[in-house]
C-alpha cells in the first residue's frame, strides 16, 4: 500500500510548514519500518538454502537471531544516549546505513560462524531502528491514542508480505540469495533520503539520565509491560521466522510455498493492525489487548490439527489477524500508563521485546531438531499465555493505583 494512502488532511490541521515536515517525517518513518521488515524477513524466507549452502542446523539457524539479540540489547541502551546526543533522525538515518551495510556483507558469508559474526553489523543497525521508529512517532502525535501507532506497525507486516512474495518467486526461480540480499541493502540505504533534515524539524528532547532510567526500572507495571511484551514478540516470531521452512520442509514445495505461508501470516497482521487503529478508540487499548491475547491463545493451539498445506494458508492468516495489535498496543498502552519519558520507556520496552522474539527463533530451532518442527510451534501458546497472564495480572495492579 503506498504511503500515501495515509491523506494528511485526514488527521492533521490545515497544512503548514511544520504539519508538512511532521507529515514526511512520519512517512519515512513508516518507509523504514516498511524496508526493515523486508530485511529482516530475508533470513528466514532464505534459510532453506542458505542453510544447505553453509551446512548449518535448525538449531544453528535459529541461534542467529539470539546472538544479534544479545549486540542488539546494548545498541538499544545506547540508542537512547544517541539519540539525545545527535538526535532521533539522524541515528534513524544510521541506522538505516548499518542495516544495509550488513545485509551486502552477510553475502560473503561462508560458513555459520561467518554469518554469526556478519549478523552483529546488521542486529546494530536493527536495534537503532527498533529502538526510534516507535518514539519518533510518539514525538510527532503526542496526544494518539494508539491509531497512528498501529498504523505505523502496520508497515511492519505489509513490508513482510511483498518481500516474501518477491523473495520466494526470486528463489524459486534459481535467483542467488546473495543478489537479493544486495538489491535489500541498495533500497535500505535509499530509504534514509526520506527523512526532512533534523535542522528543519524539531523533536522534543530525550532524557538520558540514568536517574531517569533508575525512576522507569523501579515502576513494577514497566516490568509487566516489558514481560508480556517479550512473550508476544515470542509468538509472533513462531510463525514469521519459521513458517516457510516448515512448508518447504514439511511439503517438500518450493520457496515460493513457504512465501504464500509467511504472507498469509502477514496480511493477516497488516489487516489486523489497519483496523487494530479504530477498534483501540471504541473499546479502549486494555480490553483489545486481552481480547487479542484470548484470540490468539485459541487460535494458535489449533495449529496442530491441521494437515493439508490450504488449510495452513488459512490458519497463518487468522493468527496473524489476532495477534497483530500486539506489539504496537502494549507499547502504546504502556506509554499512555507510566507518567515517563516516551523515547526511554520504548527503547527499554524493545529490550524486552527483541529478545523474546529471538528466543523463540532459538528455541524453535532446538525443538525442530530433535522433534520435528510442527513439534516447535508448541512454543506460540505458550508464549502467549504468559503475555496473556501478565495483562491480566497488570489490570489488578492498575485498579490498585487507580488507573
Not at 122 to 150: F, R, W
Not at 230 to 251: C, P
Not at 374 to 380: D, G, H, L, M
Amino acid at each position: 500500500m503506498p504511503l500515501s494512502a495515509f491523506p494528511p488532511s485526514a488527521i492533521l490541521p490545515p497544512m503548514t510548514t511544520n504539519t508538512v515536515l511532521r507529515d514526511r517525517a512520519y512517512r519515512a518513518s513508516c518507509a523504514s519500518l516498511f524496508i526493515y521488515s523486508a530485511s529482516t524477513v530475508a533470513l528466514p524466507i532464505c534459510l532453506v538454502v542458505i542453510s544447505r549452502e553453509l551446512g548449518f542446523t535448525l538449531t544453528q539457524g535459529g541461534s542467529l537471531g539470539l546472538l544479534a539479540s544479545v549486540v542488539q540489547f546494548f545498541a538499544l541502551i545506547g540508542s537512547s544516549v544517541l539519540a539525545a546526543r545527535f538526535g532521533k533522525i539522524r541515528v534513524i538515518r544510521s541506522g538505516l546505513f548499518t542495516l544495509a551495510a550488513g545485509l551486502f556483507l552477510f553475502i560473503l558469508s561462508r560458513s555459520w560462524i561467518h554469518a554469526a559474526l556478519l549478523m552483529i553489523v546488521t542486529a546494530t543497525g536493527s536495534a537503532l531502528l527498533d529502538a526510534l521508529l516507535t518514539p519518533i512517532v510518539e514525538d510527532l502525535y503526542p496526544s494518539d491514542n494508539g491509531s497512528k501507532m498501529n498504523l505505523l506497525h502496520a508497515f511492519w507486516p505489509v513490508g513482510t508480505c511483498v518481500s516474501v512474495l518477491a523473495l520466494g518467486q526470486l528463489l524459486s526461480t534459481g535467483v542467488s540469495w546473495r543478489i537479493l540480499f544486495i538489491a535489500l541493502a541498495v533500497i535500505t540505504a535509499s530509504v534514509s533520503l526520506l527523512f526532512p533534515s533534523s535542522r528543519r524539524i524539531a523533536l522534543p528532547a530525550s532524557r538520558a539520565d540514568f536517574s531517569h532510567m533508575k525512576d522507569i526500572l523501579r515502576l513494577k507495571r514497566f516490568w509487566v509491560f516489558g514481560s508480556a511484551l517479550g512473550f508476544a514478540g515470542g509468538a509472533e516470531a513462531a510463525f514469521a521466522f519459521w513458517s516457510a521452512s516448515y512448508i518447504q520442509l514439511s511439503f517438500d514445495t518450493l520457496p515460493r510455498a513457504g512465501a504464500f505461508g509467511t504472507a498469509a501470516f502477514a496480511v493477516g497482521m497488516a489487516i489486523g493492525r489497519f483496523f487494530s487503529s479504530s477498534i483501540a478508540g471504541r473499546i479502549g487499548l486494555r480490553r483489545l489487548l486481552v481480547i487479542s491475547l484470548a484470540a490468539g491463545l485459541v487460535s494458535s493451539a489449533l495449529f496442530f490439527v491441521i494437515t493439508t498445506l490450504p488449510a495452513l494458508y488459512v490458519f497463518l492468516f487468522v493468527i496473524g489477524l489476532c495477534i497483530a495489535c500486539l506489539w504496537p498496543s502494549i507499547q502504546s498502552y504502556a506509554g499512555a500508563q507510566l507518567a515517563v519519558d516516551p523515547t526511554v520507556l520504548m527503547i527499554f520496552l524493545s529490550c524486552f521485546g527483541l529478545p523474546g522474539y529471538s528466543s523463540a527463533t532459538f528455541v524453535m530451532g532446538i525443538i525442530g531438531d530433535y522433534a520435528g518442527l510442527r513439534a516447535s510451534f508448541i512454543v506460540a501458546p505458550v508464549y502467549i499465555a504468559f503475555a496473556l497472564a501478565l495483562l491480566v495480572y497488570d489490570v489488578r495492579l492498575a485498579r490498585k493505583t487507580g488507573h
